[in-house]
């Protein structure tokens, strides 16, 4: 079995900063793209970046020149630094990662969420 556990959320004023990490633990072989998703109340559950395994990046674009995106191979870590945070930003963030556990097999993996207010 596969877990990622999120964290670095919390309270933030507007135009401030913070940083999420994500580490995945358990019988990995691999994992290929990692991500982190929101959900803000009341809206659907959006792609915020993605990352590959070699680094390539992708960004939506009401975050883009404002959050990076980055990941740590030999720890299966991601992070998001997330700059001039807005209250926009406010959203449960779920980091998301498809991970190998044999030599041939992919699943799909979620992290429990962890809430990102930003006050104005």
């Known amino acids: 079995q596969v877990q990622l556990v999120e964290s670095g959320g919390g309270l933030v004023q507007a135009g401030g900063s913070l940083r999420l990490s994500c580490a995945a633990s358990?019988?990995?072989?691999?994992?290929?793209?990692m991500n982190w998703f929101r959900q803000a109340p009341g809206k659907q559950r959006e792609l915020v970046a993605a990352i590959t395994q070699g680094g390539s990046t992708n960004y939506a674009d009401a975050v883009r020149g404002r959050f990076t995106i980055s990941r740590d191979n030999a720890k299966n870590t991601v992070y998001l630094q997330m700059n001039n945070l807005e209250p926009a930003d406010t959203a449960v963030y779920y980091c998301n990662a498809r991970v190998a556990t044999t030599f041939t097999r992919y699943d799909e993996y979620w992290g429990q969420g962890t809430q990102v207010t930003v006050s104005s």
């Open positions: 358990g019988r990995i072989f691999s994992i290929s793209t």
